[in-house]
């Protein structure tokens, strides 16, 4: 993403845009997204049951969000180490919110903790639980971004 993206101030008394905010939970929901789908896969073929399959898919949901921003830190110049604590500042409470709400519309969909790969409702409810994490988070990245926390950590290092 280009600096310019970023136009305007992001730690002002009015706060962050909900352009702003809305692009930092996209980039969030991406390495979620790909992590969640990743686990269950994983889970799935190993033939795991919910429990750790979930654990497996929330822990990739992570990896995968932090990887995202390490990869843009790191070619911004960043060593690893300053690179990391820039990344688990910036996004950890941003996947976490969207861990809970992505797994708990899953989790209390009925069906949808049974469904396989292959059934709609699988993919449905995923969509749906994605959709529902991306509209709560984004208030809380507004909000971080507007006091200079989450993803206002990253923007010094946007080319």
């Not at 960043?78 to 409470?93: C, E, I, N, P, S």
């Not at 995923?126 to 989450?150: D, H, Q």
Request: charged residues 10%.
């Amino acid at each position: 993403m280009r600096h310019e993206e970023h136009a305007g101030p992001h730690h002002s008394p009015g706060g962050a845009s909900w352009s702003t905010a809305a692009r930092a939970t996209l980039h969030c929901l991406t390495g979620c997204a790909v992590g969640e789908v990743l686990g269950m896969v994983i889970g799935t073929a190993l033939g795991w049951g919910n429990v750790p399959t979930t654990a497996l898919a929330v822990v990739l949901a992570f990896f995968f969000g932090y990887a995202l921003t390490l990869r843009g830190l790191l070619a911004a110049g960043l060593g690893f180490r300053a690179a990391l604590k820039v990344a688990l500042a910036a996004d950890t409470l941003s996947i976490a919110v969207m861990e809970l709400i992505d797994n708990g519309v899953i989790a209390l969909w009925p069906g949808a903790m049974d469904a396989h790969l292959s059934d709609p409702l699988f993919w449905t409810v995923l969509a749906i639980a994605l959709a529902a994490a991306f509209v709560i988070t984004t208030p809380v990245n507004k909000w971080m971004i507007g006091r200079g926390k989450g993803h206002a950590v990253v923007h010094p290092y946007h080319h």
